[in-house]
């Protein structure tokens, strides 16, 4: 009988699209991963980690550009497709108008944390994170909103094919320049370059496929800011809180550590992908389910949590056996990037009920609450790195993290309550 049952099985929507999108996101971490060893390899634990350094600045400020319009897309899709047109425009409106504030802060704030870094280096990430990579999330995000999870994936997968030519460009490059810091501004210039192509390939398939944005007044203008800012918050806090380690590292430690540590998270975020793939996959339903509440929402992140808890505890185990080998792979420079694994392996696991709570808050248009949870841990992350970095190291940074998890993960779960209580 079970044998029938299981020759019998048809898998449903969501679970077609969480292994859609779990291999267009997997191509993209191979492509990732390609792009890392090359990158790691050439510039050494020193470049390497003023270049994760600067990522992890510009990704902070780059989750503004845009006010959460993204996410807003994703909402107006899924519940009504006719509204894309009017919706794709004000999001670009938005992206347009946010830009030129947020480079500024982001121009700031790399002069007082990131001062030795060169400004060609901090200008070919930023043009990369903060002007390009917010357009090919915006289109990603459109299709998302449609359930066409293979095109979303695609389109990810995008900028990083263009950034491991770049890196292929890179290694040629390396028979001519002679030291790191050329090959590092070399690496800069080439970023911006990919990120560029890849966002004109995206609007080009977009404009193919769904049609030009239609404007539609300043009063969806002002709807999208309403409903979008507290996304914007959400997203920057999350990147605050994943990155803020790599650039306080460079800041308060030394580069060879933060390009160390950024080396064995590389690793662990890579893990992260199918999590994503599932919650992103689910992400229009819950948003449908979340339109009467957080009860919705709820139950739909509820079906989500035993196969994830499967995966995480997977992955916790794998990491810890292969961590040996992430010397072998990268270099003698990264000896010590075995032991960041091996402490962050159980992140993911860690992780997943924040995650979850997480989803289900934003999704039923509570989005303020959790914004207010998730950009609390993240500066109780950041204020822990702060302390704990000159004490510890890398060690402070990685502790820092799971204490953050863990607050943000109660946080969310006393919210969740009270908007169930209210």
């Given at each position: ?10 898998p449903?929507?969501?679970a ?8 267009g996101l ?5 492509a990732?991963?390609g792009?890392?060893?090359i990158?790691a ?9 003023a270049?994760?350094a ?6 902070a400020w780059?989750c503004?550009?845009g006010?959460?319009g993204?996410?807003?897309?994703i909402?107006d899709v ?10 794709f425009a ?5 992206l ?6 947020i ?12 001062p030795e870094l ?8 930023g043009l ?8 090919v999330?915006?289109?990603a995000?459109?299709?998302?909103g449609?359930e066409r999870?293979?095109r979303?994936a695609?389109?990810?997968?995008a900028p990083?094919?263009?950034r491991?030519?770049?890196?292929g460009?890179l290694v040629?490059?390396a028979f001519?320049f002679?030291g790191t810091d050329?090959?590092l501004?070399g690496?800069a210039g080439?970023?911006a370059a ?16 769904l049609g030009g944005p ?6 969806s203008?002002r709807e999208?800011l309403r409903?979008g800012?507290?996304?914007a ?6 990147k ?6 790599k650039?306080l590292l460079?800041?308060l430690?030394?580069l060879?550590?933060?390009g ?6 590389r ?7 199918p ?5 992103s996959?689910?992400?229009?339903r819950?948003?449908?389910?979340g339109a009467?509440?957080t009860a ?6 509820t ?7 499967g995966?995480?505890?997977t992955?916790?185990v ?5 961590a040996?080998?992430?010397p072998?792979?990268?270099?003698r420079?990264?000896?010590d ?10 992140l993911?696991l860690a992780?997943?009920?924040k995650l979850?709570?997480?989803y289900a ?12 949870a998730?950009?609390?841990?993240a500066l109780?992350n950041a204020?822990l ?5 000159p004490?510890w190291g890398w060690?402070?940074a990685?502790?820092a ?8 993960a109660?946080l969310?779960l006393g919210?969740m ?6």
């Amino acid at each position: 009988m079970a044998v029938a049952a299981l020759k019998n099985y048809r898998p449903g929507k969501l679970a077609r699209d969480t292994v859609v999108l779990s291999v267009g996101l997997g191509l993209r971490a191979v492509a990732q991963a390609g792009v890392f060893l090359i990158i790691a390899r050439l510039l050494g634990s020193e470049g390497y980690g003023a270049f994760s350094a600067a990522l992890a600045l510009a990704g902070a400020w780059g989750c503004f550009v845009g006010l959460g319009g993204q996410a807003i897309l994703i909402r107006d899709v899924a519940r009504d497709p006719a509204r894309f047109a009017q919706s794709f425009a004000a999001s670009l409106a938005i992206l347009g108008l946010s830009l030129p504030p947020i480079g500024g802060f982001y121009v700031l704030s790399a002069h007082w944390l990131l001062p030795e870094l060169p400004w060609p280096l901090l200008a070919g990430v930023g043009l990369g994170e903060l002007v390009f990579l917010p357009l090919v999330n915006l289109v990603a995000c459109a299709y998302q909103g449609f359930e066409r999870m293979g095109r979303s994936a695609r389109i990810q997968l995008a900028p990083v094919l263009t950034r491991l030519a770049g890196a292929g460009l890179l290694v040629a490059a390396a028979f001519r320049f002679g030291g790191t810091d050329d090959l590092l501004l070399g690496w800069a210039g080439l970023y911006a370059a990919a990120s560029g192509l890849a966002a004109w390939y995206v609007i080009a398939v977009a404009r193919r496929d769904l049609g030009g944005p239609v404007w539609a007044g300043w009063r969806s203008l002002r709807e999208h800011l309403r409903a979008g800012v507290p996304f914007a918050f959400l997203g920057s806090a999350h990147k605050l809180y994943v990155d803020a380690d790599k650039f306080l590292l460079a800041n308060l430690s030394t580069l060879e550590t933060a390009g160390m540590y950024s080396a064995g998270y590389r690793f662990v975020d890579l893990a992260f992908l199918p999590l994503y793939s599932l919650l992103s996959a689910a992400a229009p339903r819950l948003f449908r389910a979340g339109a009467g509440g957080t009860a919705g929402a709820l139950k739909g992140v509820t079906s989500l949590a035993l196969p994830a808890l499967g995966y995480c505890l997977t992955v916790a185990v794998g990491l810890t056996l292969l961590a040996p080998y992430l010397p072998w792979l990268l270099g003698r420079d990264y000896e010590d990037a075995m032991t960041v694994v091996r402490w962050l392996a159980w992140l993911p696991l860690a992780s997943l009920p924040k995650l979850l709570l997480h989803y289900a808050l934003a999704t039923s248009d509570a989005q303020m609450r959790c914004m207010a949870a998730l950009l609390g841990g993240a500066l109780l992350n950041a204020g822990l790195n702060v302390w704990w970095i000159p004490l510890w190291g890398w060690q402070g940074a990685a502790l820092a993290t799971f204490v953050a998890e863990g607050a943000m993960a109660v946080l969310l779960l006393g919210l969740m309550i009270w908007s169930e209580k209210k």
